[in-house]
């Protein structure tokens, strides 16, 4: 067996079940191993962009790794803003990236790069086995490592890949998340037993039903509030659970959300800082006299956390449920507060929703709060461009789960191929592609930088010279596509596209 073999081997039998793939030359033994190993499900994508987005949505609702394969250092470098979003979700990923043979090296052919320093920008763990034998060790201890939540990367020389020698290595034990020390919850149920105002902000596993609902159980008990990080990795919604909103992605609209707090409680979140730096604010938004206490961080069991802290605290108080509630369809223009009522009005119980609406989604909060339960996913590290690759890997890990794909159309245009993908394998994914024609968040922020910008700044953020005809793009990779410019053809489009199995496209022109 050779190296590719063993690899292909030990990833399956540690149920690593995907590898989301751009390969080349350097990877095609690992490509031809595929034949020989049926229970590891090749996903070809035609960016690296697309494949380390696809294996972190698929990461982030399974909770166990999916495997990328690259091809070199450029290849890594094109999936490099999907590993960044995926470092910050802590999403499990067994990032595997094909290198030249050892001995082809020195010769500093056109592809050589320094793949070694491009991944330690992105991974947790990473190893470079130099020989066939121990190729299968480091898939399992890759593996084990990515499961408690980061990147682990393997860069595999093609000779490795192609020398006999090897065998499958059997999975090893992933380490369990932490518990909440004794002094901690101590600590943290002192603080809220006392009368200085709490925010407790969720992250991570605490924005799941049984950290939801624990966490709901302190705030009825002790006063505290609740905030959810500003873009979650996957967060649990609807009716029947606990309504948490996020904390506001610009800085002077997160300050009175967090105003007057003497205690904030990080339950898998990070301490709140501003997005981006701005001339004369500060950059932490953890207010002035405010003290910041870890209840539980990454690694840890955050919902155990709550548990054990709302068993000490709120013995006798339960959870609140969000009603059932959904907005009227509404009729007349299309504009991003209709848009998000249509959404709210059908979004199908147990649809996954991927959320990379930007500017165009700001009324989708308040529209789906009261919707069927359905899980929310975000563009955590803010690299745009993965609200559709995160779909793809959502929907490949739960293909009896609708899948929603809300896109602005300025970060559709760096993974568009996505859509292709979505065709190949039969997807189950709606994409709204919100067109504005307008890098609109960047407008924002220009009008909020700058006073009295004139045409040569705004036509840098313009997209309507040419038109991007968003339907041709996608009935040309194969996903049938519509344009409304509506409430009433918006309802429709997406009324048709969620009952009918298999990938949709509906262009929304919004103004």
């Known amino acids: 067996m050779n190296g590719a073999e063993a690899l292909a081997r030990t990833l399956a039998g540690a149920g690593v079940e995907v590898c989301f793939a751009n390969p080349g030359t350097s990877e095609i033994h690992l490509v031809a191993a595929l034949d020989k190993t049926p229970e590891l499900q090749g996903v070809l994508c035609l960016f690296e962009g697309v494949a380390t987005g696809a294996a972190d949505g698929f990461g982030r609702m399974t909770g166990w790794p999916a495997a990328t394969l ?31 043979a050892t001995y082809h090296k020195r010769f500093d052919a056109p592809l050589e790069s320094d793949i070694d320093a491009l991944a330690g920008t992105v991974s947790g763990w990473q190893r470079r086995p130099l020989r066939a034998a121990d190729l299968a060790d480091d898939a399992a201890q890759a593996i084990a490592t990515a499961a408690t ?7 595999v020389p093609a000779d490795v ?29 002192a603080l809220l037993g006392g009368d200085e105002p709490a925010v407790i902000l969720l992250g991570g596993d605490a924005l799941r039903r049984p950290g939801l609902e624990a966490a709901s159980r302190i705030a009825a ?3 505290a509030r609740l905030l959810a990080e500003t873009f979650p990795a996957r967060m649990e919604r609807g009716a029947g659970l606990p309504r948490v909103g996020r904390l506001a992605y610009l800085a002077e609209m997160a300050a009175p959300q967090l105003a007057g707090t003497r205690h904030l409680i990080l339950a898998g979140a990070s301490a709140p800082v501003s997005f981006f730096a701005y001339p004369d604010q500060a950059s932490s938004l953890v207010p002035g006299g405010c003290q910041v206490h870890q209840l539980a961080g990454p690694g840890d069991d955050v919902a155990a956390a709550l548990a054990a802290l709302a068993d000490r605290v709120a013995a006798d108080a339960k959870p609140a449920a969000e009603p059932p509630a959904r907005p009227e369809v509404p009729d007349g223009g ?18 996954i929703v991927s959320d990379e609406s930007n500017t165009s989604g700001l009324g989708l909060g308040g529209a789906t709060a009261g919707a069927p339960p359905h899980d929310w996913l975000t563009v955590t590290g803010g690299a745009i461009g993965h609200g559709l690759p995160m779909a793809v890997g959502a929907a490949v890990a739960c293909p009896d789960r609708p899948v929603l794909a809300l896109e602005s159309d300025g970060s559709a245009m760096y993974t568009i191929s996505a859509l292709w993908t979505c065709a190949r394998q039969g997807l189950d994914v709606t994409t709204v592609l919100f067109s504005n024609r307008s890098y609109a968040i960047l407008g924002l922020e220009l009008e909020r930088a700058v006073s009295g910008t004139g045409a040569a700044a705004h036509d840098l953020l313009d997209l309507s010279r040419p038109a991007l005809d968003f339907t041709a793009i996608a009935g040309g990779m194969g996903v049938p596509a519509r344009r409304a410019t509506t409430a009433g053809e918006f309802a429709a489009a997406l009324r048709a596209a969620l009952a009918e199995p298999g990938p949709h496209l509906i262009e929304a022109a919004l103004p």
């Open 70 to 100: 690259l091809h070199l250092g450029p290849g890594l470098g094109n999936g490099l803003a999907g590993l960044h979003n995926a470092r910050r979700a802590r999403t499990p990923l067994v990032n595997v990236i094909g290198d030249h």
């Open 149 to 155: 939540g980061t990147i682990a990367t393997l860069i």
């Open 161 to 189: 890949s192609w020398a006999d020698g090897a065998g499958p290595a059997a999975p090893l034990p992933v380490r369990p998340p932490s518990p909440a020390p004794e002094p901690v919850l101590a600590e943290a149920a």
């Open 221 to 223: 008990a002790t006063g």
């Open 334 to 351: 299309l504009d991003a507060g209709t848009a998000a009522a249509v959404i709210g009005a059908l979004l199908p119980e147990g649809a």
